[in-house]
């Protein structure tokens, strides 16, 4: 299997200030034939299902804000807030779909400072 | 618009058989180039895929779980299914299905709490 691990497991930061997470896969997710890495974010809320933020490792999906960006290839990935907002309160995970079983990071737990 | 609903028991006692449905509105199980999936999440706990099925009836199982699981889906009534027997404290969790594809999984459902318990 592959395994992504997923850092910090918690993270506080200040309204207004920059937030990032980081995974690494513990191989490349990168289809080179289409130059596409199967590596997708997605936001969890308390009590609602996961919501794709990011898919292709840096695609936004409709509809999420643009303060959210998302970097990273083959094994290293980047999820930044530019500038927190109340609303962005969540656990994040990062995501492997390159090949099953698809596996997720251990989830970052993001709060205002 | 697309919307995923899963349903069945919210209990099950141990070492007898989860069977839950997910029933998909909106679009068509059928649709080519999706597959249409099983996550699950123990409470407090992360995401774990379970399996999917794709648009034309192959099954993907994650090999922790592929001796007790069965994924089907009936084209006719636009739903599928997770069936996973001797079933323990441990697969007591939040059962989600979602709609899966090169691009994530981009549509889930609600969720379902499934607690394992005598």
């Known amino acids: 299997d592959i395994v992504v691990t997923q850092s910090p497991d918690s993270l506080a930061v200040s309204l207004g200030e920059r937030a990032t997470i980081n995974c690494k896969s513990s191989?490349?997710?990168?289809?080179?034939?289409?130059?596409?890495?199967?590596f997708a974010w997605y936001q969890q809320k308390p009590g609602q299902p996961p919501r794709l933020l990011f898919y292709w490792a840096s695609t936004r999906e409709s509809g999420v804000p643009d303060r959210f960006s998302a970097s990273g290839s083959e094994t290293d990935f980047t999820l930044t807030i530019s500038s927190l907002q109340a609303e962005d309160v969540a656990v994040y995970y990062c995501q492997q779909y390159y090949t099953n079983p698809q596996t997720f990071g251990q989830g970052t737990k993001l709060e205002i400072k | 618009q697309l919307q995923l609903q899963e349903s069945g028991p919210g209990l099950v006692k141990p070492s007898e058989t989860l069977s839950l449905t997910c029933t998909v509105s909106?679009?068509?199980?059928?649709?080519?180039?999706?597959?249409w999936g099983w996550i699950r999440q123990p409470p407090g706990k992360g995401l774990e895929w379970i399996g999917s099925?794709?648009?034309?009836?192959?099954?993907y199982y994650n090999p922790s779980l592929k001796s007790r699981l069965t994924i089907s889906g009936d084209t006719s009534m636009n739903l599928f299914s997770l069936r996973l027997s001797s079933v323990t404290a441990a697969d007591t969790a939040v059962y989600y299905c979602?709609?899966?594809?090169?691009?994530?999984?981009?549509?889930w459902g609600q969720g379902t709490l499934v607690t394992v318990s005598s």
């Open positions: 909106g679009g068509s199980i059928s649709s080519s180039g999706y597959f």
């Open positions: 979602a709609r899966q594809a090169g691009t994530g999984s981009d549509v």
């Open positions: 191989q490349s997710v990168l289809y080179s034939s289409i130059n596409k890495n199967y």
């Open positions: 099925i794709s648009s034309t009836g192959s099954t």
